[in-house]
């Protein structure tokens, strides 16, 4: 059981991660919302599960891809409005200051709600939180090559969307 | 690739900035963290409760020997204790009885006060007089002194 000064402090080291890859993987901010929610809710719990993970911030965001799972799975049994995570797209990244910014963020937003939600995955922990293959696959339960070829295809139909955008900003 | 190198690339996008955590979700995030930690404070001490019972009672086997002949005895003492129909039927036929023995005690009480409460006349015969009454009354004769 956590005590809330660890709260405060887990929330100010990590939440802004957890709420990037949950708007990510999501593409709806209330739901990103509800299993941000429920991740601090696990830990307030189970702190002893945090304090024994060897990197606090892969543990965590290994809790917010399985508790987007299972919220995806609950959805879809009852619903099926896994699709409207897609079309609900929110801002992901920051306000850009020039045009050609504002731009390429937008383009970027939309090509990343394209990918399949597994590819979206490995893209944003390789890009964003700098994880290894090796640490990704064993966030997503899967082998390293996988996570390895689903970050190429990610990548490679990200280019091909931003190829006319990338050399205005560069 | 139109000078689009793929390391280059990546670190482009890598350099796009995430958007923070809207800052109102802070307080309520953590308060409902504090909750569930306080819920499950809670939970575990009537869990500890109940483990202290068993473990109480787990190296005790006499102990739970000792309760289930406890509820053994109290399930045939209240199946010895029922009433079989018979007897039922005749405490029921006792009631009406005694119901019956009842009202007539109870008429016989009534006919009793309404021979009390009926007035006396003051001619009748000696031997109706209550005893006490009678030495209370003057003799009508009067004695003249003796000289």
């Known amino acids: ?170 | 690739m139109n000078g689009m190198n793929s390391e280059q690339f990546e670190d482009c996008l890598r350099r796009q900035p995430l958007r923070a955590t809207p800052p109102g979700w802070r307080r309520k995030i953590l308060a409902e963290a504090a909750n569930a930690s306080s819920a499950r404070a809670r939970s575990r001490s009537s869990q500890n409760w109940a483990k202290t019972l068993f473990g109480w009672m787990w190296p005790r086997p006499m102990a739970w020997a000792g309760l289930a002949a406890a509820w053994v005895a109290i399930f045939v003492l209240n199946k010895l204790s029922a009433p079989t129909p018979e007897e039922s039927a005749q405490a029921e036929a006792g009631a009406a009885i005694a119901d019956a023995n009842l009202q007539i005690l109870g008429s016989l009480d009534e006919l009793d006060f309404a021979a009390e409460t009926t007035p006396v006349r003051p001619s009748s015969t000696p031997e109706t007089k209550p005893p006490d009454q009678g030495s209370l009354e003057r003799p009508e004769t009067s004695v003249a002194p003796q000289t």
């Open chain 1, 1 to 170: 059981m956590a005590d809330e000064a660890e709260l405060r402090r887990l929330y100010d080291a990590h939440a802004n991660a957890l709420y990037a890859y949950l708007l990510n993987l999501t593409r709806n901010e209330s739901d990103s919302h509800d299993i941000l929610q429920d991740v601090f809710c696990h830990v307030a719990r189970r702190h002893d599960f945090v304090a024994n993970a060897r990197e606090e911030r892969a543990f965590l965001l290994r809790m917010a891809y399985n508790a987007f799972v299972d919220s995806t799975r609950r959805r879809h049994a009852r619903e099926h409005r896994e699709q409207s995570f897609a079309q609900e797209s929110v801002g992901l990244f920051e306000q850009a200051a020039h045009a050609d910014e504002a731009v390429f963020r937008k383009e970027l937003e939309a090509a990343m709600a394209e990918l399949p939600v597994e590819q979206r995955s490995v893209v944003h922990l390789r890009l964003w939180e700098e994880l290894t293959f090796d640490e990704i696959a064993t966030l997503m339960q899967i082998p390293p090559d996988t996570a390895a070829s689903r970050y190429r295809y990610g990548i490679d139909k990200l280019r091909d969307r931003l190829r006319h955008l990338y050399d205005e900003i560069r």
